[in-house]
C-alpha cells in the first residue's frame, strides 16, 4: 500500500501496534497521521494530529470526523481481548462493541471522504478470527465477526472506489499478550510488514506466512511435533 503522502488515520494509536503503525506511516512518508486515541497523546513530529477517538463514543466519531477534512486511509487497529470461557454475556458484548462495531461505526462515519479520496480501510483483525482460541473466545468471535464484516463491506464498496483490507495479524509483542508465553512478533515487524501491503486474509492464513508472529509460531510448533516424532521412533 502506498502511503506516501496520504491522510491516515489510526485508531487506538497510542501503544502497541496502533504506535508502530504510526511510526511506519511516518516512515512512509504520509502527509499527515491522525492518531486516534483515548487519553491526551503527543508526537514530537509535526505531521502527527492526536484526536481524541473512543471507537465506542458516537460522539467522539462525529467530532473526528469534522476535524479531519480529507482521509486516504483509515485503520482500524483499535481493540481489546478478555481471558474468558463464555460464561458471561457481557463479555462477549464487550469484545463486539470495541473490535466489531468501534471498526464499523468509525468506518461508516468516515466514508463519505473515503468516497471522495477513492481511499482505503485497512482492519487489524487476527488469525483468531479464522481459528479461535481457547483462552479468548470472546475476542475470537469478535474478530470472527470483522473478518465477515470485512468483506461485507469490502464487496459492497467494491463499485464505489473504496478497497477494503483485513489483515489476520499473528501473536505480537504488546501489553494485549503480555501474560502469555509463546513465540511473539514486535510490533515494529508487523506495522512494516501491514504498511507494504494488505494480504487477502484466507491466503495469508493457508500459507502460513501472515507475519513474523505466524512463521515464528508455527516453526516452533513443527519443531515440537518432529522432536515428538523423533521421540516416538526411538521408543
Ligand atoms: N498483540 C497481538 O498479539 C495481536 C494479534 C492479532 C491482532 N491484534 C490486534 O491488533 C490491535 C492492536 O492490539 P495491540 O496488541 O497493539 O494491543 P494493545 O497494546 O493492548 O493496544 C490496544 C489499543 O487499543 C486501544 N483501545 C482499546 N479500546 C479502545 C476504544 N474503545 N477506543 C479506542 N481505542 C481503544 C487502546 O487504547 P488505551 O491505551 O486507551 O487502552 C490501545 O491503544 C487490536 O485490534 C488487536 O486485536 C493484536
Redesign the pocket.
Known sequence: MNIENKTVLI?????????ALVEEALKRGAKRVYA????PFQHSDKRVNPLT?????AEHIQRAVSEIGTLDILIN?????MYDDLSKPDVIEQHLA??MF?SLNVTRAFLPLLKRSKGAVVN?????ALAPLPIIPA?SIS?AATLSMTLSLRALLAGQRVTVHAIL?????????RSVDFP?AS?ESVAQRRSQGARTPVRSFRTGECCE?CVTSSRTINEKKSKRKERLVIK
Not at 485508531?11 to 504506535?19: E, F, S
Not at 477517538?53 to 463514543?57: A, K, Y
Open positions: 485508531t487506538g494509536a497510542n501503544r502497541g501496534i496502533g504506535r486516534g486515541t483515548r487519553s477517538l473512543d471507537v465506542t463514543n487497529n483499535a481493540g481489546i481481548a470495541v473490535n468501534g487489524n483483525l487476527s488469525t483468531s475476542y474478530k495479524t499473528g501473536p505480537v509483542d504488546t501489553d494485549m499478550t511473539k510490533p508472529g
